[in-house]
């Protein structure tokens, strides 16, 4: 059994929903919600696959490969298995669909010390969220701070779909978003806290990227 041979077989295990495309079993479609398909084209395995999003009529709704972090960093002499990169995608997906963020009680503390060391200047970060929970706070390269204001450069820290959430402290007291927030560092990401002074847990608020409040669970 050849490489390409065994991935499919991996697939059809995990996947039994797969579809076939041509005959060819290097090029399965896995069906997911509202008529959309992921499909992926493995026949130069252990190489980079192609993988799209595409519609029921074969339309390509999204190319996946500079968003999912498994294909960024593709290396053909250390392959991933293609049900791995599968999964990642699907998580990915799904924690798009997610309207609930949830956050380690460890690093909410964590960034919760920072602030009071900072204050009265404003911290700024972005947060690394896997499977629906932030994990990691990201110092971006660049950022500026002061006592009412925080500014960053998305492009220097090059393209990373797990950093979809960000994080910054309001030294003024008041944990709502201004128009500023809102039309710089909301804008690309779902999931934005704000964490006002006195910086416990009563003065947090999570808002998606237009500023409208959503609900945040802390995770022991």
């Not at 799209?52 to 709704?61: A, C, W």
């Not at 999204?62 to 960024?72: E, F, G, H, M, T």
């Not at 791995?84 to 997610?98: A, G, K, M, R, W």
């Not at 500026?144 to 820290?157: C, D, E, Q, V």
């Amino acid at each position: 059994m050849n490489n390409i041979e065994d991935e499919y077989h991996k697939i059809i295990e995990f996947y039994p929903n797969a579809i076939v495309e041509k005959n060819c079993i290097s090029q399965v479609k896995i069906p997911l919600k509202d008529k959309f398909f992921l499909k992926i084209n493995f026949k130069n395995y252990p190489k980079k696959p192609i993988v799209n999003l595409i519609s029921k009529d074969d339309r390509i709704y999204r190319k996946v490969d500079k968003i999912i972090p498994l294909l960024n960093r593709w290396e053909k002499k250390k392959p991933p298995s293609i049900v791995d990169l599968i999964n990642e995608i699907l998580t990915f997906i799904n924690s798009l669909e997610s309207k609930e963020i949830k956050i380690k009680k460890e690093l909410l503390n964590g960034i919760l010390a920072l602030c009071k060391k900072q204050h009265p200047r404003e911290i700024l970060g972005l947060l690394r969220i896997i499977n629906g929970i932030a994990i990691e706070y990201i110092l971006p390269p660049g950022a500026i701070t002061s006592k009412i204001s925080g500014l960053f450069i998305p492009s220097r820290l090059g393209f990373d779909s797990t950093l979809n959430g960000s994080i910054h402290s309001h030294p003024s007291g008041n944990p709502n978003p201004s128009i500023i927030d809102i039309n710089n560092v909301f804008k690309t990401k779902k999931f934005n806290f704000i964490v006002a002074y006195p910086y416990n847990l009563s003065s947090i608020k999570c808002f998606n990227n237009k500023g409208r409040e959503i609900e945040f669970r802390i995770l022991n």
